[in-house]
């Protein structure tokens, strides 16, 4: 089993950074590929970042290409999300998932991720 918590959410205004960090245990880190996936309210969950267990591997909406950053440290247990440039249309609940069935590829799908954090709410005022 693989707990995730979020934290790092917030209010910011449009054009300013946050960075978002998700915890995980419970299972040897570096074996999942790890994504962000958010939910703007009234949507579907759209995929933003995903990296492979090595970190050599990372792929991007195109929404955010450019802006936002996605990192991990194994040796800390932990998956970042830089986010800079932020628009009003970032405004959503972000959530760290994890592949709990490959190390490798990068899925884009959320129902690609077996393991869910609590999500963490991004607000970006206009």
């Known amino acids: 089993q693989v707990q995730l918590e979020e934290s790092g959410g917030g209010l910011v205004q449009a054009g300013g950074s946050l960075r978002l960090s998700c915890a995980v245990s419970g299972r040897t880190f570096s074996s999942n590929t790890m994504a962000w996936v958010r939910q703007a309210p009234g949507k579907g969950r759209e995929f933003v970042a995903g990296v492979n267990g090595s970190g050599r591997n990372r792929y991007y909406a195109d929404s955010v290409k450019g802006r936002f950053t996605i990192a991990r440290v194994n040796t800390a247990n932990t998956v970042y999300l830089q986010m800079d440039s932020l628009k009003s249309e970032d405004t959503a609940v972000y959530y760290c998932?994890?592949?709990?069935?490959?190390?490798?590829?990068?899925?884009?799908?959320?129902?690609?991720?077996?393991?869910w954090g609590q999500g963490t709410q991004v607000t970006v005022s206009s």
């Open positions: 998932a994890a592949d709990g069935r490959s190390s490798v590829r990068v899925a884009v799908e959320g129902s690609d991720y077996d393991y």
